[in-house]
């Protein structure tokens, strides 16, 4: 399994805290972390520094090698977009970066994640985390989200 973190977004929704420079992921909104080093120690729970790959632009690259670093996760993979394009193409640059840098399979799961969530607790993260993998293992597509307490069209629907 590999962890695709995505972390280029440039937070303008949470102006004037985000910047273009400094965005949402990060910002130490909850604790002594920023949202990039706690999604990253959420994923240590569950796999290798080895086993994530972090996709950025290289405007964040010393950033996001500074908290990997800080995090214990050094030997995770850091792949920059050529020119920011959204979700779609950064999640199509990483599944071709773990196919060609890293020698992943095409069975493999990636686990696609952004970096400016505050996810708790940890422990029930990474059991639910666990066990969509297994699920994934079987050519299932799984996603996590919240309960919604309303329509919203920006997000589009999920029909189970």
Excluded: W
Excluded at 62 to 68: D, P
Excluded at 86 to 99: D, G, K, Q, W
Aim: glycine share 8%.
């Amino acid at each position: 399994m590999k962890i695709i973190l995505l972390a280029g977004g440039g937070g303008t929704r949470l102006f004037p805290l985000s910047r273009t420079r400094f965005p949402k992921q990060f910002l130490k909104v909850t604790g002594d972390d920023s949202l990039f080093a706690q999604t990253v120690k959420r994923f240590l729970a569950v796999t290798a520094p080895q086993d994530l790959v972090v996709i950025t632009n290289r405007a964040y690259e010393h950033l996001v090698k500074a908290e990997l670093a800080a995090c214990g996760a050094k030997d995770a993979s850091v792949a920059l977009e050529p020119a920011g394009r959204n979700t779609a193409p950064a999640i199509a640059l990483a599944a071709a970066f773990c196919r060609d840098k890293l020698g992943a399979t095409e069975s493999e799961v990636l686990f696609v994640t952004p970096c400016d969530h505050v996810i708790e607790p940890v422990d029930a993260f990474a059991a639910g985390v666990r066990e969509a993998v297994q699920l994934a293992e079987t050519s299932a597509i799984v996603t996590f989200g919240i309960r919604p307490t309303g329509p919203e069209t920006g997000y589009g629907y999920i029909q189970a």
